[in-house]
């Protein structure tokens, strides 16, 4: 199954990436990358899906046919 989820993601003054969503619980990620953060926040955000699932907690969205996607294009 594919959940869609918002990450909010914001860059810290050392530089590095922090990733937090508001519709998973407990998801935190921070990388040195764009990239590297939301790598690691798709990890983190299986694992904890996963782990809500086994409790019978699973009250993601499905991924639909269609989504919005925001696509970042620099000039």
């Known amino acids: 199954m594919e959940h869609m989820i918002q990450l909010h993601i914001e860059k810290l003054p050392e530089g590095m990436y922090l990733a ?12 040195r990358t764009l990239q590297e ?11 904890l899906i996963e782990s809500q699932t086994d409790f019978g907690d699973d009250m993601l969205p499905l991924l639909g046919e269609s989504f919005d996607y925001p696509l970042v294009v620099a000039v």
């Open 20 to 31: 937090t969503s508001d519709e998973v619980q407990g998801l935190i990620a921070q990388g």
């Open 37 to 47: 953060t939301i790598e690691i926040a798709r990890d983190v955000a299986k694992k």
